[in-house]
């Protein structure tokens, strides 16, 4: 069967899609109850749950995982001896950070050159309407060939791990033949992408302690050791003078030998201001996707505004180490902690807390789901083959699943491309990319079931 009728299904089906990703939006559903009511996260898994009842999925529940959030899991049977496939996408989204930089409402979709801008449009409440466009084209042209598992997490952009922990106290629910994830991206729009690596992350605050409390600078600055002058000094030994990230014990010099990602490319992508120079050394996909990479997310300081002129007497920091394929994330943790705790100056106290961990991941690209992926985007994306990328991000549950379900197939797709920005003020998602990988899902689904059968 060919590929048109599917194309057109989809097609038709974006005006329901751009409804439903809008009223997905609308809700607040940052994982966080110290930020947003958790009352937004419970609506939105209701969302998901009522969506999926619609279409004819079974066993619809709303699971209450260990770190307090609900993932949603529903099965839709498949033709007798056909394979099981899991789809994955998370509802919950980062908070929209400062929301006068937005130039429309985070929460409220909304149109703009060609994109549709909005909280989790692309990260990832968009991939979950991807699986929705593709199941209900299967279902209009000849049914789904396959079994069908969704499951959409609530706490993935929080690193707390609920899903990860309920999928090893229930091994038997997530148990699929292939797992498509759908939270990463194409390279660039219009390019088709599988991630086959992920960095694994390791979070830690650290505090360190000088004095009983803050002094006055003109009386004591000068001899009193101030904690926050200690923070600088620590965070600093964490790069060398290029930037690249140096942590004692921690090896930093792999090489990525698959798609390249251009520097003038990455600077576009990264908006780096002109005259500002990259940081690290190799190529640009060597620094992002095969080596680790250490960032201060959080500080805890005066701000500028009513600053008084005082030596601090503590200072704490949020930092963040990126983790590439090849190296263990507990091992990374330790090696952090270590050089924290020894390279703190002047004996400031020191007091190490990890607050989140997951490992890397590395994808078996030579297997068949694959190439039944290839062959459906080289169809959704006319005359373009499927590439093979990294990605500097971390996606936990991926690890887990690998471990409970060692013969699964596990691919990475998604509407994460550059222009997204993801993370950031402004999140976007290509409708075309919306589209085409709807269009690839479904076609993929098609190819793998034949692949079983023959």
């Known amino acids: 069967m060919t590929a048109r009728p599917i194309s057109e299904t989809v097609a038709s089906l974006m005006p329901r899609a751009k409804t439903e990703l809008s009223e997905l939006v609308a809700f607040q559903s940052v994982a966080d109850p110290a930020q947003f009511p958790k009352s937004e996260c419970e609506a939105a898994a209701g969302w998901v749950a009522d969506a999926l009842t619609a279409e004819g999925f079974q066993d619809v529940a709303l699971l209450d995982t260990p770190d307090g959030t609900r993932s949603v899991y529903g099965y839709l049977p498949g033709p007798a001896g056909a394979p099981t496939v899991l789809l994955y996408a998370h509802y919950d989204v980062q908070p929209p950070l400062d929301e006068s930089a937005w130039l429309s409402p985070p929460f409220e979709l909304t149109e703009r050159d060609g994109r549709w801008f909005g909280r989790g449009t692309a990260d990832c409440k968009g991939g979950l309407i991807m699986h929705l466009l593709a199941l209900r084209a299967l279902k209009a042209n000849g049914g789904v060939p396959v079994g069908v598992k969704v499951v959409a997490e609530g706490s993935e952009e929080q690193g707390t791990g609920g899903l990860e922990r309920y999928a090893e106290e229930h091994p038997e629910l997530l148990v699929a033949d292939a797992i498509v994830i759908g939270d990463a991206g194409n390279f660039r729009v219009g390019l088709p992408t599988v991630t086959a690596t992920l ?29 926050l002058a200690a923070m600088i000094q620590l965070l600093a030994s964490l790069r060398a003078e290029d930037g690249t990230t140096t942590v004692d014990g921690l090896a930093g010099g792999a090489s990525w030998d698959g798609l390249q990602y251009p520097e003038e490319d990455f600077r576009k992508d990264a908006k780096v201001l002109d005259g500002v120079e990259l940081i690290g050394t190799g190529t640009v996909a060597d620094r992002i996707w095969a080596r680790p990479a250490v960032t201060v997310i959080g500080i805890d300081c005066p701000p500028v505004v009513g600053a008084t002129p005082s030596v601090q007497a503590s200072a704490r920091a949020q930092i963040s180490l990126r983790v590439p394929p090849g190296h263990d994330a507990d091992e990374a943790t330790k090696l952090l902690t270590a050089h924290l705790e020894s390279r703190a100056p002047w004996g400031a106290r020191v007091a190490v807390e990890q607050v989140g961990q997951g490992q890397p991941f590395r994808a078996d690209v030579t297997s068949p789901a694959y190439t039944a992926m290839a062959a459906a985007m080289r169809i959704a994306f006319p005359g373009e083959e499927m590439q093979t990328a990294g990605m500097g991000g971390s996606i936990p549950l991926c690890n887990t699943l690998a471990e409970l379900y060692p013969e699964s197939e596990i691919l990475l797709i998604g509407l994460s491309e550059p222009e997204a920005q993801i993370h950031a003020v402004n999140e976007s998602v290509s409708p075309e990319e919306l589209e085409r990988l709807a269009v690839t899902e479904a076609l993929f689904l098609r190819n793998y079931a034949a692949s079983r059968q023959g």
């Open 199 to 227: 960095r694994g992350m390791t979070m830690l605050r650290v505090t360190l302690d000088t004095l009983e409390g803050n002094l006055h600078s003109g009386q004591f600055g000068g001899a009193a050791p101030d904690a």
